[in-house]
Nanobody, 122 residues
Framework: VQLQASGGGLVQAGGSLRLSCAAS????????MGWFRQAPGKEREFVAA????????YYADSVKGRFTISRDNAKNTVYLQMNSLKPEDTAVYYC????????????????WGQGTLVTVSS
């Protein structure tokens, strides 16, 4: 599966952005989907994940209550709605697909998009 992330940009603290990740290739609905991020000088970290059907979602503690992951299997797209953004949310955001039903572990993701940069100014 090929993944294309979009929607990043520059936003002020407290603002919102919605990231999208369009998938092509094999059956999208058979993959758990996740969002990860990597800030300059830091390791890539888990942000949010959603199961095959969309019935289960998982969030890092740092974004819980502010970010929402969702998917539209008819459109082969997963979204990350980010509200109340903080400067520490600044990072390159990556979407990824896993052959598992659900996963929050970076190493369990098999396919990765190219990343989209989110910059939150204070």
């Amino acid at each position: 599966v090929q993944l294309q992330a979009s929607g990043g940009g520059l936003v002020q603290a407290g603002g919102s952005l919605r990231l999208s990740c369009a998938a092509s290739g094999r059956t999208f609905s058979k993959y758990a989907m996740g969002w990860f991020r990597q800030a300059p000088g830091k390791e890539r970290e888990f942000v949010a994940a959603i199961s095959w059907s969309g019935g289960s979602t998982y969030y890092a503690d740092s974004v819980k209550g502010r970010f929402t992951i969702s998917r539209d299997n008819a459109k082969n797209t997963v979204y990350l709605q980010m509200n109340s953004l903080k400067p520490e949310d600044t990072a390159v955001y990556y979407c990824a697909a896993s052959n598992l039903v659900r996963s929050v572990r970076l190493y369990e993701y098999d396919y990765w998009g190219q990343g989209t940069l989110v910059t939150v100014s204070s």
